[in-house]
C-alpha cells in the first residue's frame, strides 16, 4: 500500500495543477469573449459616427449653397434699390432721360434674373 500511496500523492499536485491550468484557461476565454463583445459594440458606435458625421458635412454643404445663394439675391436686391433710388432722384431734378435709361436698365436686370430662374416675364403695364 504504501508504494501506491505515494505514487497518488505524486500525481495529485500534477492533477492540481491540471486543474488550476484549465479553470485559469476557461477564465481568459471569458474574458477574451467579453473583450471581442466590446470591440464589436465599438466598432457598431464607430460606425454610427461616421455616419452622423456624414449626414452633418452633407448638411453644412447645403447651408454653405444656400448662404451663398441668398447672398447673391442680396446683392441683386442691393443692385435694384440703388437703381431706384437713382431713377428717383432724376425724375426729382427733372432728368427725364436719365430717368428714361435707369428705367430701361432696371427692366433689363429684372428680365435677365427671371429668365436665370426660370420664371416668366412681366409685360410693360404702361399705356
Known sequence: MAPRRMKQEAQNPEMEKNLKV???????????????????????????????????????????????MIMKQTVRTRIKVVLMFKILKAREGGDFIQAATL?????????????????????????
Not at 477574451?32 to 464589436?40: A, S
Not at 432696371?106 to 416668366?120: D, K, T, W, Y
Open 103 to 127: 428705367t430701361h436698365f432696371l427692366r433689363e436686370f429684372v428680365a435677365r434674373e427671371r429668365a436665370n430662374a426660370g420664371l416668366p416675364e412681366v409685360k410693360d403695364e404702361l399705356p
Open 22 to 68: 484549465r479553470v485559469e484557461a476557461k477564465r481568459v476565454k471569458a474574458e477574451m469573449g467579453k473583450i471581442r463583445e466590446d470591440q464589436e459594440y465599438i466598432r457598431e458606435e464607430q460606425r454610427k459616427i461616421i455616419g452622423r458625421f456624414g449626414e452633418i458635412e452633407r448638411q453644412c454643404d447645403q447651408l454653405k449653397e444656400e448662404t451663398e
